[in-house]
């Protein structure tokens, strides 16, 4: 499809973060062309949509580096108690009793709060792998596919067979080889798993260093906290990336810096599970590779990027004691160019001709937005998924004005995914 977004305000993600007044024209899932004000227009075309964005705001869109779509129906269920019991009487056991259409409605309502909340694409980590693939690819969004391995679910021969199959299975979709983590996988899995990272040449992922009795019981059993451990084996020899990172040593952040490691952080998450504040300037100042992602709506709870940009930002300046702490411009570049990267998705968090087509519109005549002395400032400190008019994924408009193009009846969706829980939870 041929589309036209004229009258903008548009963001690159360059240097100097620079704002231009022009159009965007799309076709075959990539940016064809972007004119500025004051360039000599080409001849007329003719496309299949034209869309005045009346001055708002032109921009590539969130990628959120962790998360566990189909947790939507814990949502709420089990807050407000300490993480452990949290794990074991709530999350463990209604997840036992998911079927494979359990998950993918619930996937299904994920989606649509990803794409109305301005995310292009998802790095998820859940249950049935092939199911998700099959739910992001029907509804048109990327998705960057995790393997969950561990000593209760799944196999490294499921993992291989994921790997190959999934990397070939739709443009949207792509695989990435980990854990679910340290202290759920065993020492002879983890082994096992290293031959197969250095035969693929492939990184690895994995939850890692987000609670202080993890890594106190990672040192415990093998004298090591997570990262230097799992660096040890050779897991890291061709980067990836650790989710959390909350209690990482001097140590290891060396370790993921030379390991070209990145650590993505999950603020929401975080807090509501009195995880810990993530050390991220000084993960910043060592150069250390940085994304943001929401983690799942059972620990967070809703998928919400601009809210991780203000906590990750905000935290900082606590953590540091510093109202300085990261500038505004390099959390966004976090949620953008960095998750990008950490996904294996073209990074350059530019509008230019050949660039995947995953757009996002930003409501800039809302009153929270408004005025517009500084608009990544505004992102960061004030910006709210109120604000995303459109989002479009590989030159497909999935949301606009309010209205789903999805494949599937939202309000169906909806009322599936209620009916869906009450059998789970009073099962």
């Known amino acids: ?73 814990l949502r709420s269920l089990a807050d407000d108690k300490p993480t452990p019991n949290w794990l074991e009487e709530d999350i463990f056991p209604n997840e036992a009793k998911l079927t494979d259409d359990d998950i993918a409605d619930f996937q299904r309502l994920a989606i649509m709060e990803y794409v109305s909340a301005g995310i292009v694409s998802a790095m998820d980590m859940y249950l049935r792998p092939y199911v998700t693939a099959e739910v992001f690819a029907a509804a048109g969004m990327r998705a960057v596919i995790v393997s969950g391995l561990n000593n209760f679910t799944s196999s490294l021969s499921e993992l291989e067979d994921q790997f190959d199959r999934l990397n070939r299975y739709d443009p949207l979709i792509s695989f990435k080889a980990g854990i679910h983590a340290e202290y759920t996988t065993s020492r002879e899995i983890l082994e096992s798993l290293s ?77 509501k599970l009195a995880s810990g504040i993530a050390p991220l300037k000084k993960l910043y100042d060592r150069g250390v590779k940085l994304a943001i992602g929401t983690d799942g709506p059972a620990s967070n709870n809703c998928l919400d990027m601009f809210r991780e940009m203000y906590l990750a930002s905000v935290l900082c300046k606590i953590r540091e004691k510093d109202a300085a702490g990261i500038d505004a411009s390099v959390i966004l570049d976090m949620a953008v160019k960095g998750s990008a990267g950490c996904m294996g998705l073209e990074d350059s968090g530019l509008i230019k001709a050949g660039c995947p087509a995953d757009i996002i519109m930003v409501d800039m005549a809302r009153p929270n937005m408004q005025p517009v002395n500084n608009i990544v400032k505004n992102l960061v400190y004030s910006g709210q998924t109120a604000n995303i008019k459109m989002t479009m994924v590989s030159g497909r408009i999935l949301y606009y004005n309010g209205e789903y193009d999805l494949g599937f009846d939202p309000e169906e969706i909806i009322r599936r995914c209620g009916e869906r829980t009450d059998k789970i939870v009073s099962g």
């Open 1 to 73: 499809m041929n589309i036209r977004l004229y009258n903008a305000r548009i963001l690159d993600l360059d240097e100097s973060h620079t704002v231009r007044k022009g159009e965007v024209r799309v076709s075959d899932g990539k940016i064809a062309e972007v004119l500025y004000d004051g360039e000599n227009m080409p001849e007329d075309r003719i496309f299949d949509r034209e869309i005045d964005c009346k001055g708002n705001l032109l921009m590539r869109g969130f990628n959120d580096a962790h998360t566990h779509s189909a947790m939507t129906f």
């Open 195 to 271: 031959g197969f990272v250095r035969e693929k040449k492939t990184g690895l992922f994995c939850h890692a260093s987000e609670t202080e009795s993890e890594v106190l019981g990672c040192i415990e059993r093998y004298g090591l906290p997570p990262v230097k451990f799992l660096a040890s084996l050779g897991l890291f020899d061709f980067g990836g990336g650790i989710y959390h990172g909350v209690h990482v040593t001097d140590e290891e952040i060396d370790i993921l810096r030379e390991k070209r490691v990145y650590t993505v952080t999950n603020p929401a998450s975080n807090c």
